[in-house]
């Protein structure tokens, strides 16, 4: 049975255009869009019609970086599939892009078969996967190709973590040049993790122990020597490179340096960068371990670097790394010992709504909030025009945004699995009103009416992002 949906009056926006246009939705599917007030759109009919004017229409959040249930230092992140993907949509976020794990040992297969199971019928949104490669050698690298084939089109490897996640330079280079070989894309956590782990015990040693230790032994110059490292062996490998959660302005600053040269790299930075820092991780009695991720938050003076690189494109994407953590029984793990905190932070409710707070800022124009934060994750990873934008033949992904709305962030209202926020009391500008997810309504004028299942597995074409 066809079922047609028409929003009326609203400001469209995409990464391309701002315009006040009636959408109409057909089958899960946006079929047109007209001027508001005109013929063209008053000819549009449906079952049902819903009033936008004064607010903004936007396609729907594509985050893609999340880690729902990863396990991480003997626990796992608190948000499952379930959890995690409705709290996605409650923010206006309707696909996620996880990280499959492959362990050391095991094959890509067995890693990207547990995630499906882990995902499979319970995900309010859609989602794709990447990969983590743990474990390169002569059978990964022929995986790597077969995962390509089947929409698995990008791969994350670790210079941090070493006896985990770790690969070492010869190990990345491998994998570096067989996604130069079958289109896949290499993205990096770029941190020294060998030189780290050396500071980490002389800081212990010295019996510094609490949190904030950890953003002082996690260096900026050991990211951007990683970074670096990072660039100039994809660049032998002649392959294009993703850097994932980019926190330091030396490290946007080996970014830049290698797009000025030509060099097909590309960054991300989360919000927790942009909005959050060191105060945070030095808070007292413990609290600065609810802002243990890496890498790490850094001083409050490297958010303008950031800011700048995602208005020129040095940066291109704004993702969560939504990993979260409860602060009772999972970060206190690592009470007397900051390195054995898990890694990881929440915000996959709050990314849609920090950055709008960005514009309301002065810190980026609308269309550029749509572009880092719907489309060019989905050309990064190879699901445009499906998802990203508003444009006849997309999936009606499409979120009624209220730009005047007033909220108060607070892990008493939030919809993540977790015990606390990162933003605990913040003041934003702007709330997610009505989402909708292949023209199915997640979220009706505030209120949950989604369902568990109603979202899909999505294989991704190759970088759409490439020149
Ligand atoms: O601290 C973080 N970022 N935890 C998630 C794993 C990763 O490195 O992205
Ligand atoms: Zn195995
Ligand atoms: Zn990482
Ligand atoms: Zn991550």
Redesign the pocket.
């Known amino acids: 049975m066809s079922s047609r949906t028409v929003i009326r009056g609203g400001l469209v926006i995409t990464a391309a255009d701002e315009m006040h246009a009636d959408v109409l939705i057909e089958d899960g599917r946006i079929a047109a869009l007209a001027a508001s007030h005109t013929p063209a759109a008053e000819a549009f009919t449906a079952d049902r019609t819903i009033d936008a004017t004064g607010k903004y229409v936007i396609p729907g959040g594509v985050d893609g ?1 999340t ?1 729902m249930e ?1 396990p ?1 230092g003997g626990t796992y992140a608190s948000d499952t599939f379930e959890t995690g993907t409705r709290a996605a949509a409650w923010g206006g976020t309707t696909t996620i892009v996880d ?1 499959a794990i492959q362990t050391v040992g095991h094959t890509l297969r067995e890693g990207l078969d547990a995630w499906h199971a882990k995902a499979e019928g319970t995900c309010a949104i859609d989602y794709g996967f990447h990969m983590i490669v743990s474990d390169v050698n002569a059978e990964t690298l022929k995986e790597m190709d077969l995962l390509v084939e089947e929409g698995v089109t990008s791969f994350k490897q ?1 210079m ?1 973590y070493p006896g985990v996640f770790y690969s070492d330079d010869g190990q990345i280079l491998r994998a570096m040049q067989r996604a130069a070989d079958n289109g896949g894309l290499i993205m990096m ?1 770029a941190e020294n993790g060998i030189a780290i782990d050396v500071l980490v015990e002389q800081a212990l040693a010295r019996g510094e122990t609490d949190p904030r230790y950890h953003g002082e032994v996690r260096k900026a110059l050991l990211e951007a020597e990683a970074t670096h490292r990072a660039i100039r062996l994809a660049q032998v490998a002649g392959a294009p490179l993703y850097i ?2 980019v926190s330091a302005r030396e490290a946007v600053a080996e970014l830049a340096r290698a797009r000025d040269e030509g060099l097909n790299v590309f960054g991300e930075t989360c919000p927790q960068y942009l909005f959050l820092s060191t105060d945070n991780l030095a808070e007292p009695d413990f609290e600065g371990a609810k802002y ?4 790490p938050l850094r001083p409050r003076d490297h958010q303008a670097a950031l800011w700048q690189a995602l208005r020129t494109n040095d940066l291109q994407v704004v993702s969560t ?1 939504h ?1 979260p953590f409860c602060f009772a029984g999972q970060k206190e793990l690592g009470r007397g010992d900051f390195s054995k905190i898990p ?3 929440p915000g996959v409710e709050n990314r849609m709504d920090l950055l709008h707070q960005a514009v309301v800022d002065g810190h980026l124009t609308r269309r550029r909030w749509i572009e880092i934060a719907c489309a060019t994750p989905a050309r990064m990873f190879g699901l445009y025009p499906k998802k990203g934008t508003i444009a006849p033949g997309a999936d009606a992904d499409v979120v009624i945004y209220d730009p005047r709305a007033e909220q108060v962030m607070s892990a008493a209202t939030h919809h993540m699995n977790v015990d606390y926020s990162a933003y605990e009391g913040k003041h934003v500008t702007g709330r997610v009103e009505t989402v909708l997810s292949r023209g199915e309504f997640v979220i009706t004028e505030r209120e949950y009416t989604g369902r568990a299942g109603h979202g899909v597995y999505t294989p991704r074409s190759t970088c759409q992002y490439l020149p």
Do not use: L, R
């Not at 243990?292 to 890498?295: I, R």
């Open positions: 970086h880690h990863m991480f990280f670790f941090a956590h994932v959660h243990v991720c890496s890498t790394d990993c890694n990881g932070m």
